[in-house]
Structures are given as C-alpha cells and as structure tokens.
C-alpha cells in the first residue's frame, strides 16, 4: 500500500517476534507475575511525584523491578501448586495515587490546563493543537499549510488515498514502522526528546501474558515517548457505540469523507455504562468502557471533514457515526509515566 510519493505506508499488522515457550500449566507463573505486577504499583507511589514529571531514572527502576523479584511472602504463595487459598498481594490503599495513575493515564483532565488564550491560533477562530492536557473538546479544520506543520502528509492529505483499494476497504489498524516520521511533529512527542520505535508492548497481540515480564519496566526511560497511528477506514452507516477511552494524548485526523462525533460531558448521568465481564477476551480494549444512551443531556455534536483535526480529553464520553465513507487517523502518545500506566495497568486488569 503505497501513497502519491511512492513511499510504503505499511499496515502488515503488529510487529512480532518469536513467542516464549508455553510453559506447561502458565497459571503458577501467572500468579507470580500478578503479585510481581501489584508490587511494582505500589512501589511507584513514594517517587510518583518524580515519575509524573516522566523523569525516574533506570536506576531507580531497576531497585523497583529487584525488591518486587524477591521472594514472595507466604501468603502470596499457593499451596502445593494450587490456587486454593492463594491470596494476591493488595494495591496500595492511596486512592488519589491509584487515580492519577491508573484511572487517569497520569494526569488529571481538570489539572494542568493550558494558560488563557493558549488554544488560539494565529487564524481567528480556529482551535490550536495544543499538546498539553485539555479540559474540554476541541475540533478544528486546517488548510494544507497548518496540518503539514502538525503532521507528515500521510496522515491527512486525502490525494493518498485515492486507490481503489481505499475506495473499498474497511480497516481499524496500527500502523508500525512510522514512528520516526511522527516524532518529527511536537503535535505528538509532549515535549519528549526521544522516540521510541517500534509498538508498545501493550499494544502487541503476538505476545502471551507470561510473556510480560517485571524486567521489561526498563524499556520506560525517562525521556521516550511512544506514539502509535491507527487507520479507520469504514463505509458510510457504521456507528462505534458510545464510549470512552483513557488514553491522555489522542489527536484524530479526518483525510476522507466526514464523520459525526457525539460528546457527552464525564459523569453526565445520560449512558447506561456495560459492566465489563471478561477483559482478558480483548486486552487491546484495556482502559475502554462501553455504554447505552438514556438522554442527550450534555451531549456536544462535531461534524468533521477532510482537514478536520479533533482532541477528546481522556475519559469523556463519545461515539462516531459514519456520514459516508470515511478514512481517518487516530493518533496516540505516552510518556514514560503513561506508557508505564497503560503496561501495569493493563497486566493487573488481565491477571
């Protein structure tokens, strides 16, 4: 699949490698790793502060990954391999950690706001990309000129894709390999010096859960941000449900067709939430809840079109109906703090 300039845009899926041997019965690994994993969080709390600012050492890390490798107490451990009886270790009992931590991907949407005026830019009217936290959502249309600014060609200009190929497909998927290209645009990095290449481990489907190891904390230096872009493509009719999404950096890019997007403020008391039964059926929908609509109370409406670029802050409500034909970009960021967040909480949701 190739855009105007010839040069690949490669949507072969994610990234593999050669998969760890299955271990015979994986569930005493298992259980070793959830304790490993519940360690780990608590062992962030004390130096959250230092994290939150994306900047624990690897050193201070590795202490972390060694004291939660030590042998486990004797509660923790099953009793002649059973499950029986088998107590995991408790999270910390600091709900305003656990909160910025987990709940909110590091942050808080009503913390941090950008200064008054910020979210101007130089064309009147219109919503600057701004990359810090915001507190409400935002929808601009941008000319050529703005969007080359913000991000490379592939990811807004509509002359790439005019195949027929696009004309028909209906896609949702990441696309690997682009990493470099993206981290050339601060609208993604969040002021990180350094791109990490490559798809998160959270987001790789190739690997087992016994795969995930405590050592693999160290990946998450301080200064790397990861970003990763996720086509959709589908045909005129399709509607997502109303949802949410915990991600705290997501910039959405419409490059064909146009698409509605129904808003609703947090906690609006207008969705019937679905209670989540079974996370380890779909572990890349981590940190995603699904809802029914009782009211239109609070409800915002966005229409976009080609050149249209939107921020959601993490945690609000929304959904997206398909006017037309429609192919667009979803593209997320996490700084050491958020891709630590979305890796331990997504292990101690699935164990």
Known sequence: LTHASSS???????????AMQSPGDPRPTLRKRLAQFICLVNELQPVYEVLERNNLSVAMLDRLVHRCALPPPSAWQPDNGASAGWQPPRLTPDGR????????????????LPPEGAGLSPVAGEVALHPEPIREPTHAVLNRSQLGARAPRWVWDPDVYQTRMWQRASIVQDIVGREKDLGKFRTFTQGQPFVSMGAPRWRRQDLHEWEHHPRDALLYRPGLVWINAEVWAAPQGKDTGFHYDFDSHVVL???????????????????????LEDPPSKPIDYGTRWAKQRSDVGEQVFDTKPGSVMRIPNGWPHKVSYRERSIGFRVASWTQCQALSMWLGQRVCLL
Request: hydrophobic share 35%; glycine share 10%; charged share 20%.
């Open 97 to 112: 950690f656990l909160s910025r931590f987990l709940v909110r991907n590091c942050g808080n949407y009503r913390r941090r």
């Open 8 to 18: 690949p845009v490669h949507l072969h899926g994610i990234s593999g490698r050669a």
């Open 253 to 275: 890019f419409q490059v064909v067709g146009s698409r509605r997007f129904h808003v609703m403020v947090p906690q609006s008391g207008s969705l019937e939430w679905e209670p």
